[in-house]
């Protein structure tokens, strides 16, 4: 889906400010603990990275950008709870009024529906037994495709033509592993695009490569 979190290419954020080299983990202690809240919220929930990564994409822009890095992740948490009904919606907001010292009802306590999913191994590698359907040096182009799903096909790429460089081992297809439809391993492709190809002749030159599952590309003929 074309939410807040791909901002790739997108313009008016400003210039870059790379981190310290000395920048801690975690500059505050709640940082740290919102970290591991969101680590457990997700496996609590049956979820897996691309599910996580579907509700950082469906916050909206307040909660994915005013609340920074960490706190991006606890509201995804707490998405990923209220999806399988481990959460009630507005229960947090109660209890926190009641920590407050406000007395206001708090939503009962629903039936939990996990998702019924199961990885068929450890991590995203999977092993197939067709070739691929690119080869090293051929010219494709990324679909031009708006998902109302998951998917990690990046707008500003889409459209565009670009080089493989590389085929990487198949593996799970983030676009259906998100919605628990099956992982539907894919080889990935590293392909070169340039940035005039991209953003125009007014655009630095350099070359950007992306990682794209199969399916994300065409041939240009």
């Given amino acids: 889906m074309d939410g807040i979190a791909d901002m790739g290419g997108t313009p008016g954020w400003g210039s870059m400010h790379p981190p310290r080299r000395d920048e801690p983990v975690f500059e505050q202690p709640w940082e740290g603990r919102a970290f591991a809240l ?23 822009r307040a909660a994915y ?10 509201n995804a948490g707490e998405l990923r709870l209220l999806d399988s009904a481990i959460l009630a ?7 926190a009024r ?6 206001v009802e708090e939503p009962p306590i629903p039936e939990p529906a996990r998702p019924d999913y199961a990885p068929t191994a450890e ?4 092993s197939l037994d067709t070739a691929p359907v690119f080869a090293v040096g ?21 459209g ?3 080089i493989v460089e590389l085929i990487q081992p198949a593996h799970v297809l983030p676009d259906t592993n998100a919605h628990f439809l099956g992982e539907n391993p894919q080889y990935v492709y590293s392909v ?10 007014d655009a630095a030159p350099f070359a950007l490569t992306v990682e794209m599952y199969e399916s994300y590309l065409e041939t240009t003929s």
């Fill in 65 to 74: 950008l005013d609340d920074g890095y960490y706190g991006r992740w606890l």
């Fill in 98 to 103: 009641n920590l407050r010292g406000e007395h």
């Fill in 38 to 60: 969101a680590i457990f919220s997700n496996r609590a929930s049956g979820g897996n990275v691309d599910s996580f990564r579907h509700a950082l994409e469906r916050l909206d």
């Fill in 138 to 158: 051929e010219r494709v182009r990324a679909k031009n495709v708006s998902v109302p799903g998951h998917t990690r096909l990046p707008r500003y790429v889409r």
């Fill in 192 to 201: 070169r695009f340039d940035s005039h190809e991209l953003w125009g002749t």
């Fill in 89 to 95: 919606p507005g229960a947090i907001d109660a209890r």
């Fill in 160 to 162: 565009h033509t670009g």
């Fill in 123 to 126: 991590g995203s590698l999977r």
